[in-house]
């Protein structure tokens, strides 16, 4: 088991930032990928990003490219998502996830998922 807790949502302007953070716990190891996903109220839950555990390699979504990034700390077992540049179209509930399959864009090839935390964009 793999437990996920996120925290670092809140409200933002248009333009501003906001750096997302999921603790892991549990049996971490037996993950490949880390992600990131959202879902807006009325829509589907959409990739965000993603990391591989090892070796490191990120993914990130056309939409959000260029303005957030993914990254972890392995002596924290946290993984972060930095936000740039928000939009209001960036308005969600985001949640991370973890998976022990290569399938690091689909949903549900995800094993574990946190709580969520709601990021709100205002223009």
């Known amino acids: 088991q793999v437990q996920l807790v996120e925290s670092g949502g809140g409200l933002v302007q248009a333009g501003g930032s906001l750096r997302l953070s999921c603790a892991a716990s549990g049996r971490t190891f037996s993950s490949i990928f880390m992600a990131w996903f959202r879902q807006a109220p009325g829509k589907e839950r959409e990739f965000v990003a993603a990391i591989r555990w090892s070796p490191t390699i990120t993914y990130c979504a056309d939409s959000v490219k260029g303005r957030f990034t993914i990254s972890r700390d392995n002596a924290k077992n946290t993984v972060y998502l930095q936000m740039n540049s928000l939009r209001p179209e960036d308005t969600a509930v985001y949640y991370c996830?973890?998976?022990?399959?290569?399938?690091?864009?689909?949903?549900?090839?995800?094993?574990?998922w946190g709580q969520g935390t709601q990021v709100t964009v205002s223009s």
């Open positions: 996830a973890a998976s022990h399959s290569y399938y690091y864009s689909s949903a549900t090839h995800y094993n574990y």
